[in-house]
């Protein structure tokens, strides 16, 4: 619906599910059971989109896809897309997810490097602003 978003959600379980918006007025409210958070009412996003899962065997959180129109992940200057055919990839701190038109910063607290999982917060924006417009 072309309104911008900004909110914070920490992620407190080992896997978190993010697709579409189930409810305008409820932004982080999923459209179907089973999905944790809400990103978006754009029809460029699935109902379950992505996810973020801790993986104990590599001590980190790894992002996976499971929508058709794939995401984006951008960490230092890399940015690999990809889509539900592709292998989990890891996600390290402040990297920047894009799935539709929204854009996501992935942080981690200084305790991710000891190996287990923790509360890592994400800041999320709907829709991705326009560079050329001035910040709010």
Known sequence: NGEHHDF??????????????????????????????????????????????????????????????????????????FGPKCAPIPLPHYSLIQMGDTLIVFLLPEHEQLGTPVTAPLSLTSPVPDPAEPPK
């Open 8 to 81: 914070d959600y920490a992620v407190r379980k080992e896997r978190v599910a993010m697709g579409r918006t189930g409810d305008p007025r409820r932004p982080t409210a999923p459209a179907v059971p089973g999905v944790d958070l809400g990103v978006g009412d754009s029809n460029k996003l699935s109902r379950e989109h992505a996810a973020i899962e801790w993986n104990p065997d590599l001590g980190r959180y790894l992002l996976s896809c499971s929508g058709k129109n794939g995401v984006t992940l951008t960490h230092d200057s890399n940015t690999v897309v």
